[in-house]
């Protein structure tokens, strides 16, 4: 199910207060504004469910968004994106007191407390504040409304743990900066779901293990089983030595690809080394970069780990020079893949090409040999790149051996594919490691993207 979808918020009346304190600049507001939306984009929001408020405050208190406001998911993000820092002082007591006056008052739409029913407060806040929160925030507690306080930077803890509810672990939240505040997105997202563990309420159809995440699950195996492709089932691993590999990249480095695309494809590379287990019993990696010429920056087997791979991709130097596919497929079936080069026999050998245009010669002969030597060809192609001469270099079945992507911000979403790709042929045992890997992925091609 997709995360979500049985995330039924508690009837919730819900309102944030924002510190726009002139500490706080206008780029760091804009993160706490992404923060509301994807907490709000995770609610229940209607008439009868959770309705939400939003109160800025400096010196002085603005309500930006009432609880009676038309309360469409929409309409609500568009009232939060409209909203402007006030760049005064920091009064955070008042802001609290506006909260239990106005801001959850029948006038203002607050609905009176039904059993079944919760009033929420979230505040925050980078700054110590102006005037005093501790009896105001008892106050507001007593008036049954749940307090969570959020600190960012050189906030002062104690006022935070006046403000906040009981239990303090799980209403005092403190981020080093506003740009890492979007950690707290899940925990928020989770914290109004009525049914957020579905392992625990038995509605799941997993073989082995399941793993809870708000609203939706995933199954999982215990060690020694894989997961089968169903997502549901599992398998018995047989031994072995693990996934032998040995893995080559051949990495055009002409001119038409930009300086800045060229550290996305060393991100590119460190993403799929990332899924690897590396070491001379399982894979091995090695990186040939082409553009007139062809270099050898480093054979397979050169490094034993994935810290010493991922820092000599990050040093590869960029050779802004012409496209000659061919003749560096040729060198990666003659050199990189002979033992003198640290190949070892009856190891699977794996080359993924990456290329972003077409070759100024002629790759037939080469791309053919390197299929009929029994390596399995992988073509990334980016921008320029001709979709027949990927084809060519493709091992079969083709049309799951080539990619193509338009634009070079999108290859993490390809180098994940190819994590599953290269992993699929080995024993899927081995394959452990690119699950745990899938979710650094997302966050790195959310990172990529920004």
């Known amino acids: 199910p997709s995360p979500g979808t049985l995330c039924r918020t508690k009837p919730t009346d819900l309102v944030f207060i924002i510190d726009s304190s002139r500490s706080v600049r206008p780029h760091e507001f804009e993160k706490i504004k992404v923060f509301v939306s994807r907490v709000i984009e995770a609610l229940d929001v209607g008439p009868n469910a959770t ?22 998911k929409a309409a609500l993000l568009q009232a939060v994106r409209r909203i402007q820092p006030l760049s005064t002082g920091t009064m955070t007591g008042l802001a609290i007191q506006f909260a239990i006056s106005r801001a959850f008052s029948a ?15 979230i505040v925050v806040t980078d700054g110590r504040p102006q005037d005093g ?21 050189r906030v002062d803890m104690g006022t935070l743990r006046q403000m906040a509810s009981e239990p303090l672990d799980e209403h005092v939240d403190y981020v080093e900066s506003y740009s890492a505040i979007e950690k707290l997105t899940h925990k928020f997202q989770e914290a109004f ?45 047989n031994g072995g030595l693990g996934s032998a590999l040995d893995l080559v990249f051949l990495i055009d480095g002409s001119k038409s690809v930009r300086p800045e695309n060229f550290e996305l494809v060393k991100k590119f590379i460190n993403q799929i080394v990332d899924s690897l287990e ?38 590869m130097s960029y050779m802004e020079k012409g496209t000659m596919t061919g003749q560096a497929l040729k060198y990666l079936v003659d050199s990189s893949f002979s033992a003198i080069n640290g190949a070892r026999p009856g190891v699977p050998k794996v080359g993924i090409v ?31 790149a001709v979709e027949d001469e990927l084809r060519e270099i493709a091992s079969e079945p083709v049309a799951e051996h080539y990619f193509y ?19 699929a042929e080995e024993d899927p045992c081995e394959c452990k490691s690119i699950m745990k890997f899938q979710t650094k992925v997302e966050d790195l091609i959310n990172s990529l993207q920004q």
């Open 51 to 72: 309705r939400v408020g939003l109160i800025n405050y400096a010196s002085a208190v603005r309500s930006e968004l009432g609880l009676q406001s038309p309360q469409s």
């Open 354 to 384: 990456f290329t972003d245009g077409r070759s100024q010669d002629y790759i037939s002969d080469a791309a053919k040999k390197a299929k009929d030597s029994g390596f399995r060809m992988f073509a990334v192609g980016v921008g320029n």
């Open 193 to 237: 779901c009525v049914v957020s563990d579905l392992c625990a309420t038995g509605d799941h159809d997993c073989e082995q293990l399941c793993v809870s995440t708000p609203g939706a699950y995933r199954c999982a195996c215990r060690d020694g089983f894989s997961l089968n492709s169903d997502g549901k089932t599992c398998t018995a691993c």
């Open 107 to 121: 006038a203002e739409g607050g609905r009176a407390g039904a059993p079944n029913f919760r009033k929420v407060a």
């Open 278 to 315: 590396v070491s001379d019993k399982q894979a091995q990696v090695g990186l040939v970069q082409y553009s007139s010429s062809v270099r050898q920056e480093f054979p397979l087997g050169q490094f034993k780990n994935k810290k010493d791979i991922k820092a000599a991709v990050k040093k």
């Open 133 to 153: 929160v501790q009896d105001v925030s008892a106050r507001a507690r007593a008036a049954g409304i749940e307090i969570f306080a959020i600190g960012v930077g």
């Open 405 to 423: 992507t338009a634009d070079f911000r999108t290859i993490s979403k390809i180098g994940k594919k190819l994590q599953i790709k290269i992993c």
